[in-house]
């Protein structure tokens, strides 16, 4: 089940970043999916005595739901449990092993008797031999966070039946990953559009020696290796995972009855891919994606940009659900809109450190910047309008330099958004946003249209045009962030088929005499008692 951390690190941080460019008027395929392989899925089955497919179609199902009520715009979100993904793997990966990257190699595995089968991963728990955690999985210690291999394991327990295994060797086959240092290091040189904490870290693993990289494993539940003499062997699931960007495009296009359609998104030079992941994940993105595709000697396009987040901790703890720490997509939902937590997500969105989700934070997030500087500056102007102008935007017959000014910050506001954004700096581009919300309120203040309408009603129309026109702005403005917030605020106006784009010459510019609907508020107050059930019902 996906928390809060994890939806701001990858799924919601690309959804931004996908409206952004779709209303610009780019083509974009906005793509992911359900990693179903691994070894914490085949345990989980294996303790439960059921078919791994039983639980990761129940998984997806719920996830899949989940983010269609986070409001996220994939093209395609699919799984890697299917035909396409499956196929294109095993494809790939012979087409690897014909150009000579791919090797085979005795090793020494854990291997339980009572089960009769090797013990990969997670399979195996035991002592850390680093900080002497009794319950480390054979992968990584939860404790220290030490990646392991579960030979390092002090006193290591088949994690099914709980025996000790014995050390037997079993064959696999390895990725020559060292082979492809040169090229990673001249590309991630060269391409200045990585973030410089990226390209840095990137560059440290190259120097640090790149080592072959085990492509199989002893699982029953994966994709089936497609090697000679590699029986009930799978791929690593981070070899095939990664590969679901490419599998999920062909898909994608296969719906679309354009089954070529995906080379136009990977083959073609001129295509730009962005990538949208935590900080954990940055080798798998930077090093082993971009290897596999320059080993298949075909002219795939390499990452533009890998958008990493630092992480996001939860009242100044790690989320860790065994522990009640955090909240998860379905909690999350169940008590406040999917607008709200869009917004405080990306607020306090891990660019450039670490953040802290708190509480407090949330409720002024809300209470501060939801109700009372937006919501207020809306409903304000259109309550405003609507009871004083007949319920049209004014025509203004003059404009004073007040009014230029601020109309001066709308085209500002919309310049700098664009910028940020391109740029994926989605947390400073959001507060740009409600600084022009409070630019609105901070403007309205200081005109009072509600003296103005009685003793000059030409020069309260032209406030009123120029608040109407910020408000259409932000309407514009928020799509990426807050969309069902645009639709309300854009829906106010009764212009018919009212388009969500950023293209063209001041596309938030609402002509005069443009109708709007009754306005009603766009927010409620997040009270403490409705704080607390939600800190309550956390915890429990």
Request: aromatic share 12%; hydrophobic share 40%.
């Amino acid at each position: 089940m996906p928390h809060l951390g994890t939806l701001i690190g990858s799924e919601l941080s690309a959804d931004v970043f996908a409206r952004y460019l779709r209303a610009k008027g780019h083509e974009v395929v906005f793509v992911s999916g359900s990693d179903e392989h691994g070894t914490p899925i085949e345990v989980e089955a294996a303790k439960k005595g059921v078919d791994p497919r039983e639980i990761t179609d129940r998984n997806h199902a719920l996830v899949v739901d989940l983010f269609n009520k986070f409001h996220l715009s994939f093209d395609n979100y699919t799984r890697t449990h299917n035909p396409i993904h499956i196929k294109y793997c095993q494809d790939l990966f012979m087409q690897i092993y014909r150009n000579g990257y791919v090797y085979e190699e005795e090793v020494s595995q854990l291997f339980c008797r009572n089960c009769g089968r090797f013990l990969p991963d997670r399979f195996v728990t035991g002592v850390c031999p680093s900080c002497g955690y009794a319950r480390a999985r054979g992968d990584q210690c939860e404790s220290c966070g030490r990646v392991l291999d579960p030979l390092d394991l002090l006193e290591p327990r088949c994690s099914i039946c709980g025996e000790k295994p014995v050390v037997e060797t079993s064959l696999h086959w390895f990725f020559d990953l060292p082979r492809f240092s040169d090229r990673l290091r001249e590309w991630l040189v060269e391409n200045r559009t990585m973030p410089e904490r990226v390209r840095n870290f990137s560059l440290s693993w190259i120097r640090e020696g790149l080592k072959p990289r085990a492509v199989t494993r002893d699982n029953l539940w994966g994709i089936p290796a497609p090697f000679p003499k590699a029986q009930k062997k799978t791929i690593y699931v981070w070899f095939e995972a990664v590969l679901g960007y490419v599998t999920a495009t062909v898909e994608w296009a296969l719906k679309r009855n354009e089954p070529e359609r995906w080379r136009d998104f990977w083959l073609n030079p001129e295509t730009k891919s962005a990538y949208f992941i935590g900080k954990d994940n940055i080798p798998f993105h930077t090093v082993i994606l971009p290897a596999l595709l320059l080993a298949s000697h075909e002219p795939y396009i390499l990452p533009t940009t890998v958008a990493a987040t630092e992480y996001l901790t939860f009242e100044g703890r790690k989320f860790s659900k065994s522990l009640g720490v955090g909240i998860w997509l379905d909690q999350a939902i169940a008590f406040l809109e999917a607008d709200i937590w869009r917004y405080y997500l990306i607020k306090i969105r891990p660019e450039t450190g670490d953040s802290n989700f708190s509480y407090d934070g949330l409720q002024a997030a809300v209470n501060a910047d939801l109700n009372d500087t937006l919501g207020n500056f809306v409903h304000r102007v259109f309550t405003f309008v609507f009871n004083y102008f007949g319920g049209m935007i004014p025509s203004p017959k003059f404009l004073t330099a007040d009014e230029e000014e601020m109309l001066a910050k709308v085209g500002r506001a919309f310049a700098e958004v664009d910028e940020l954004l391109s740029d994926v700096k989605e947390r400073q581009a959001l507060e740009t946003v409600m600084q022009l919300a409070r630019d609105g309120n901070v403007y309205f203040n200081r005109r009072e249209p509600w003296k103005l309408v009685k003793t000059d009603r030409e020069e309260a129309a032209a406030v009123l045009y120029a608040a109407a026109q910020t408000v259409g702005a932000l309407g514009l403005l928020l799509h990426p962030f807050t969309p069902e917030t645009s639709r309300r605020i854009v829906e106010m106006f009764e212009e018919t088929h009212r388009p969500i784009t950023w293209r063209g010459e001041e596309p938030w510019k609402i002509p005069p005499g443009t109708k709007i609907k009754k306005p009603t508020p766009l927010f409620e107050k997040l009270t403490d008692q409705k704080l607390e059930t939600i800190r309550t019902t956390q915890t429990t």
